[in-house]
Nanobody, 116 residues
Framework: QVQLVESGGGLVQPGGSLRLSCAASGFTVSRHPMSWYRQAPGKERELVAAITSAGRTITNLDSVKGRFTISRDTAKNTVYLQMNSLKFEDTAVYYC?????????WGQGTQVTVSS
């Protein structure tokens, strides 16, 4: 059974940092494309960043380039999203996704709130 469990969200002031974690079980993160998505209230879910099985990283959102970094730890079977210089507009629920051909697995999401 595949499980993706996100953690690391919380309340942070503008300019602060958070590191989100996505711990996988029943699913080897180094063998599949892994992604972080986010969904703000009233908006559609959007792709933030991805890492391929080969380890290539892709940042999809221009608004987070230079601030967010996706990475993985194969020993821990965990994917991370390092978020720096956080802004109000980064407030959202962040979801981890793992792709296995045409099947996508989702975590439950972790809330990130940027507020002063």
């Amino acid at each position: 059974q595949v499980q993706l469990v996100e953690s690391g969200g919380g309340l942070v002031q503008p300019g602060g940092s958070l590191r989100l974690s996505c711990a996988a079980s029943g699913f080897t993160v180094s063998r599949h494309p892994m992604s972080w998505y986010r969904q703000a209230p009233g908006k559609e879910r959007e792709l933030v960043a991805a890492i391929t099985s080969a380890g290539r990283t892709i940042t999809n959102l221009d608004s987070v380039k230079g601030r967010f970094t996706i990475s993985r730890d194969t020993a821990k079977n965990t994917v991370y999203l390092q978020m720096n210089s956080l802004k109000f507009e980064d407030t959202a629920v962040y979801y981890c996704n793992g792709a296995d051909y045409d099947v996508g697995y989702w975590g439950q999401g972790t809330q990130v709130t940027v507020s002063s």
